[in-house]
């Protein structure tokens, strides 16, 4: 059983920790006793594997505490306050108090192989929504700051698909990737880097027909069938999508429902289930 950090020794070590979870591209739940009879704003940092900074001040508290990270975790919310007693009903001291959850994720980035008119409407749609934005082509004309004068968007004018994808991937974690280039040549050569690179979403836009050809010269060269079964391809909901700007939308949207857990089906499809207009 970890030994528990005085509370008072909290603020410290827990900005250290969350500055390694970022740095190191990784996951944790950040616990904070928000009402209790003592010890309030005490602080607990538990990562995805279960190692913890900091201490709610009481062992069996933490403990507790810990296992619910691992769910708070598994279902993606931003932030979530639980009563003790939802998940500890035998910690009797603690049943009242509440803890508020909160995710510490990098900074979701976003890549983007190809900067003709789909990839472009989808860079400046990311970063209207918040992702750290990549844009990569191989003709340097396409990803000049005339064309995105909004520099938060980081452009890559590639002498080598392989090693700009790679580069702009790293570890993957948190990252996704849209391949979205002019050709079947590009789109493989994307796609080779990309699934070595395993990041959380990959997307291959096309036809089924096209897309098929690229999954199947992948399949051929050995990538792992697990993760070829997961490349969204064709990517995007289907959103009846026409204009470069509306695919680009149906992109993010499915980007953002794996990233956040959603079905992406309508919202008011309950009431149509149910037969009623209340």
């Not at 079964?229 to 064709?234: D, F, L, S, Y």
Request: proline share 3%; charged share 30%; glycine share 8%.
């Amino acid at each position: 059983m970890p030994e528990a950090i005085k509370p008072s020794s909290n603020s410290i070590l827990t900005v250290e920790a969350i500055r390694r979870v970022i740095q190191h591209n990784s996951i944790a739940a950040l616990a904070t006793l928000v009402s209790a009879q003592r010890g309030v704003g005490a602080k607990m940092l538990i990562d995805e594997e279960g190692a913890r900074t900091g201490s709610l001040g009481d062992i069996e508290l933490d403990e507790a505490v810990a296992r619910q990270a691992s769910v708070f975790l598994a279902n993606r919310a931003e932030a979530h306050t639980y009563t003790v007693k939802d998940f500890a009903a035998e910690l009797e001291e603690w049943l009242d108090a509440r803890v508020l959850f909160e995710r510490i994720e990098p900074e979701p980035h976003l890549v983007i192989c190809g900067a003709g008119h789909v990839g472009a409407s989808l860079a400046r749609l990311a970063r209207a929504v918040g992702y750290r934005t990549t844009l990569i082509d191989d003709r340097a004309d396409f990803v000049t700051r005339e064309r995105f004068p909004d520099e938060q968007i980081e452009l890559v004018a590639a002498t080598s698909w392989t090693q700009a994808v790679s580069e702009a991937i790293g570890a993957g974690r948190g990252v996704s990737v849209a391949v979205v280039t002019r050709g079947h040549n590009e789109d493989e050569e994307c796609m080779r880097a990309v699934v070595r690179a395993r990041p959380d979403y990959i997307g291959l836009i096309g036809s089924r027909r096209r897309t098929n050809i690229v999954l199947e010269r992948l399949r051929d060269d050995g990538a792992d069938e697990d993760l070829l079964k997961e490349v969204r391809a064709p990517i995007g909901l289907d959103i009846g999508a026409v204009s470069p700007e509306e695919v680009a939308l149906a992109i993010l949207a499915e980007i953002i429902a794996e990233r956040r857990g959603g079905a992406g089906t309508p919202l008011s499809a309950f009431r149509r289930n149910a037969g009623t207009r209340t």
